[in-house]
């Protein structure tokens, strides 16, 4: 394969099935999510093909520091920690934030191939490395499979392989040059494009981002991408009872502005209360633990042990996923709500009556209160952080005073570990 740059045809044939997507007219085919079976030989290509390129690619410097997706010690986690430090010292500073979260249609589907060899060349890959990515993403087909029947083979003129292990580096590569306009901040995570202004002027943020905006639907011209700007979201996060002045438009439509956006998994409000977001925690945690109740419920046979080992590999780190990026913002209150479901899910466990105390259970569990989980998370990811080969990483969680900021207002950056 090496030898004469060509991918194999026979690993290039791809069977899809669909999923159904929950809450939708399972009528339409685009209420469906295609999933993509590969030749697994195929696969085992792909990531030799993939350890060579990223080590071209991470020596060049060629995806830029704002994308976290798909890359070795990058995690939404600390995404979503760069997002919320940012508006946290916009807030701090009696600043506004304004951002705008894009909705990329298909981002993998549409990438167009001679644009991205073209960016391959233009990253000086080396030309063998290039022909083989090329043969990869040349002449692809797919078959579609309904139960055990399969329809005729179809041509694939566009877009990276779905579930391959090279394509997710290769997408990276394509959007590696997306444009970086001047007050404004970037944060992307594959597909998933936020970006970040801040100013005290409502009108401002909104010119600020519009700027960008701009910028950015010139290049998603260029190279053949497409946005949603109606499923795209902007949202002003600030303390004041400001609202936007002006609207955000990309290709001639607005783009809405909310109260809150979901990024990440994470819900963003307006206060960064994360109000909305312990709400999402609690909706979907009952949620999973309703549909483990045959497990960890009364009539189950399953031993103590191995019930309390399901709470800790699916129910908590469902309450507890990004927490150093909002853990530290809600109030007692909300934080007593993620401790009851802990609670009465360890009553559940070991069939406590009501008058064993909470203590005495987290005891016998052998858990920390969920608050000082959360903090030891924190404290484990801002030590990470502070080492991180990302300088974005490394500036989001900086406890270096802000040289600008008046004396009376200068407290460490740091915030988190206070907590």
Not at 158 to 182: E, Y
Not at 268 to 280: A, G, N
Request: glycine share 4%; with cysteine.
């Amino acid at each position: 394969m090496f030898k004469f740059r060509v991918f194999p045809a026979r690993w290039k044939e791809a069977h899809v099935i669909f999923i159904p997507k929950p809450g939708n007219n399972h009528i339409f085919p685009e209420n469906h999510r295609p999933i993509s079976f590969l030749s697994s030989v195929g696969k085992i290509a792909e990531r030799v093909i993939r350890k060579r390129l990223a080590e071209f690619v991470n020596v060049r410097g060629v995806v830029p520091d704002e994308q976290f997706g798909f890359r070795p010690q990058h995690s939404t986690s600390e995404q979503l920690l760069r997002v919320v430090k940012f508006a946290a010292k916009s807030i701090e500073w009696k600043q506004l934030t304004g951002a705008v979260f894009l909705d990329v249609a298909k981002a993998f589907d549409t990438v167009w191939h001679n644009g991205l060899v073209y960016k391959l060349h233009q990253a000086d890959v080396p030309l063998a490395m290039v022909q083989l990515i090329q043969s990869f993403l040349d002449s692809r087909t797919f078959k579609a499979r309904i139960g055990h029947a399969l329809s005729a083979e179809h041509p694939i003129s566009a877009g990276v392989p779905q579930g391959s292990a090279l394509s997710p580096l290769v997408n990276a590569v394509f959007t590696a040059d997306i444009p970086k306009p001047p007050r404004t901040s970037l944060a992307i995570y594959a597909d998933d494009t936020a970006i970040l202004t801040r100013s005290k002027m409502p009108h401002l943020v909104t010119s600020y981002l519009q700027e960008a905006v701009d910028a950015l639907e010139e290049w998603c011209k260029r190279w053949l991408i497409t946005v949603n700007p109606e499923k795209s979201t902007a949202i002003l996060i600030s303390k004041r009872r400001t609202g936007p002045e002006g609207n955000v438009t990309m290709f001639n439509r607005v783009i809405p502005w909310r109260s809150q956006a979901k990024y990440l998994g994470v819900i963003v409000d307006k206060r960064l209360s994360f109000i909305p977001h312990i709400d999402y925690i609690v909706a979907n945690t009952n949620k999973i633990k309703g549909s483990l109740s045959a497990l960890i419920g009364k009539r189950s046979k399953v031993s103590i042990r191995n019930k309390l080992l399901l709470y800790r590999a699916i129910i908590r780190p469902t309450m507890s996923y990004a927490s150093v990026a909002w853990s530290y913002e809600p109030s007692k209150t909300q934080f007593h709500r993620l401790e009851v479901i802990q609670t009465k899910t360890l009553r559940q466990v070991f069939q406590a009556p009501w008058f064993v105390r909470n203590a005495q259970l987290l005891r016998e569990a052998n858990l920390p209160p969920l608050k000082e989980f959360l903090h030891e998370i924190a404290l484990r990811a801002f030590r990470k952080a502070e080492e991180h080969p990302n300088p974005l990483v490394r500036e989001a969680v900086n406890y270096e005073f802000d040289e600008e900021a008046p004396p009376s207002r200068k407290r460490p950056r740091r915030a988190l570990l206070e907590v």
